[in-house]
């Protein structure tokens, strides 16, 4: 357990409905992101905050794909109007500011199944 | 951002010491080194990270050359839950962004 917890851990759902989940980092990290991973692939980087500021979106991301972190502390991913392509491991990671950026710390992950 | 190259996968055996080798030509003056594992259906766990030359904590060693264009981490004497796929990144410097890029990783398979 890393200490970055992530929630539901799977979701199955309909083309075209709505999803979000949750990311609750390791409390005193500042920074967190978002990734998506499927099969056989390594994590994608999806987005990117430094406490309650979105700080980069990755272009790979549509509209329908959108973050919040309002208080700097939790965060959540919602994906509007899934897409069958949509489905995939989602994983949050949270980070201290520091120049050893690179020690993320990541979550379980949430599965994502659109039928 | 700096790109990174490894094998796709590789075998060993329970007991042996595995070596695995990234390179990233182009990694810039401010960069670290990081190697993550990860199982199924789990987030990738933080192994070791490096800026030069070599470093060990409890699981690992990574050997850093002193031109930075690669890296290798070394497993000793690896046993069966091993098996993972392992990932090698570059970072950047504390005050750009920080988007690492994953590479699809190298799947180890350790054997009895």
């Known amino acids: 357990d890393t200490g970055v917890s992530q929630d539901p851990r799977h979701k199955i759902t309909k083309r075209g409905q709505n999803v979000t989940f949750r990311c609750d980092p390791i409390s005193e990290h500042n920074r967190l992101y978002w990734y998506r991973q499927t099969l056989g692939q390594g994590p994608e980087f999806l987005t990117y905050?430094?406490?309650?500021?979105?700080?980069?979106k990755s272009r790979l991301l549509s509209d329908r794909f959108s973050a919040e972190r309002p208080k700097g502390s939790f965060s959540t991913l919602e994906i509007q109007r899934t897409e069958q392509g949509d489905s995939a491991m989602y994983l949050c990671a949270s980070s201290l500011k520091g120049p050893r950026r690179g020690t993320q710390y990541f979550g379980p992950g949430t599965r994502l199944l659109v039928l | 951002l700096a790109k990174t190259t490894q094998p796709i996968s590789m075998d060993s055996y329970e007991g042996q010491e595995v070596n695995i080798t990234c390179s990233h030509n182009n990694i810039a003056t401010n960069d670290y080194i990081t190697w993550y594992q990860q199982f199924p259906s789990q987030g990738p766990r933080f192994i070791i990270q490096g800026y030069k030359t070599k470093v060990t904590n409890e699981v690992a060693s990574l050997f850093i050359p002193a031109d930075r264009k690669s890296s290798t981490l070394s497993l000793p004497r690896v046993s069966l839950s091993d098996t993972a796929v392992y990932y090698c990144l570059v970072g950047v410097s504390e005050d750009s962004n920080y988007q690492l890029i994953w590479g699809a990783g190298t799947k180890l398979i350790i054997k009895p």
């Open positions: 905050f430094q406490n309650e500021a979105q700080l980069e």
